[in-house]
């Protein structure tokens, strides 16, 4: 198969991509470190703009990738193929903050319901093979088909590696896994488990307050993000909104409310979407991406991160830039897209 030459910019860095790869994959591969979420062409996580040459777009959905996108050259990363030399304008991260991908076997030694549909999943991976990640970002288990699932880390990361990942699983009816997950998943049963991925990870770096954007179990990359940056004793205020449902939906507030009374800087919201009697609701209610915009309606000066839900996290994306000033630099996302969202993405 054919290779090409990708020159990402402004950077410079160069790499090889084959006709039947994706550029987002071989830059991967190369050592790179390119922004990226689904890898389905659903996100947005991975547009770039093509500068010079030419690419297959892929298989895209037009409501993520429109005719007039693709016109000024706008391509998505994980579907686009190259047809030539290319150059390509990306936002990329530094290659020094990439942690290698790893596959690793795991078994699982925790499954505890923390409401009727959310589980908590403890994986303990080999005691020789410790796993480095970044407070954020997530696993995929590679089916025996080796279709993958995602799930967002929701411990805390160790310099030289941690032992054990704890996950949030959400059970998604009719879903593969998650049935599985609920249903016949026994302890100690063993799986196949790829990570460190994604580009949705605390920047330590920034000194802008945070505001941090959970939908049900989007909870536990926040999770992850929040206990890290407290433990590295960073006081950067912290605002973090919880839309559920109802209030089992909320399924850790007491930690959340913990943090809150412990901390100064840490302010926690919860939200309900369709609070019941039975919640015996008092708090907030509505869609927490309006919650958070009612709260700051300028966010010209913050950082946004938002998990879950991918119908919360597009509204935000696009809300929080088009009312609140949010420049589109300081969202980071991670959707959580399932077979449902891929589908209707390539139908
Ligand atoms: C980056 C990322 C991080 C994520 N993190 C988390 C997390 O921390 N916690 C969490 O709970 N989830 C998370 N998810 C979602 C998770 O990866 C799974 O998609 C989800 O758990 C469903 O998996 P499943 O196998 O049970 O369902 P699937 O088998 O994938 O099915 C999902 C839904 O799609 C329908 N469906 C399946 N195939 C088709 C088809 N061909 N056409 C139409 N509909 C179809 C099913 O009926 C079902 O309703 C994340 C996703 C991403 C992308
Ligand atoms: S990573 Fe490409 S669209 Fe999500």
Known sequence: MTTHTITLLPSGHQFQC???????????????????????GVCSTCRGTIKEGKVDFGNVH??????????????????????????????????????????????????????????????????????????????????????????SIANVPVTDGVRQVELHVRLVPGGRFTEHVFNSMKLRETMQLEMPLGSFYWREQSDKPMIMLASGTGFAPIKSIIEYSIERGNKRPITLYWGG?????????????????????????????????????????????????????????HEVYACGAPIVVESARHDFAAQCGLPEAEFYADSFITEAERHKAAA
Not at 138 to 147: C, E, H, P, R
Not at 265 to 275: E, M
Request: charged letters at 25%; hydrophobic letters at 40%; aromatic letters at 8%.
């Open 18 to 40: 084959s006709e039947d790869e994706s550029i987002l994959k071989a830059g991967l591969a190369s050592g790179l470190f390119m922004p990226y979420s689904c890898r389905s």
């Open 62 to 151: 037009p409501n993520y990738l429109s005719e007039d996108d693709k016109r000024v050259g706008k391509a998505l990363l994980c579907s686009a193929k190259p047809l030539g030399d290319c150059s390509i304008e990306v936002r990329e991260l530094d290659p020094a903050e990439a942690f290698p991908v790893r596959k690793l076997p795991c078994r699982v030694l925790q499954l505890e319901r923390l409401a009727p549909d959310v589980m908590l999943m403890t994986v303990g991976l080999p005691a020789n093979e410790p796993a480095v990640f970044k407070a954020g970002q997530y696993v995929d288990f590679v089916l025996k088909d080796g279709t993958r699932r995602s799930y």
């Open 245 to 301: 449902r109802t209030r089992a939906c909320i399924y850790m507030a007491a930690l959340a409310e913990k943090w809150a009374a412990e901390h100064e800087h840490i302010t926690f919201v919860p939200v309900l979407s369709n609070a019941t009697p039975q919640c015996n609701w008092t708090g907030r209610t509505g869609f927490v991406h309006k919650a958070v915009m009612e709260d700051f309606p300028d966010m010209s000066g």
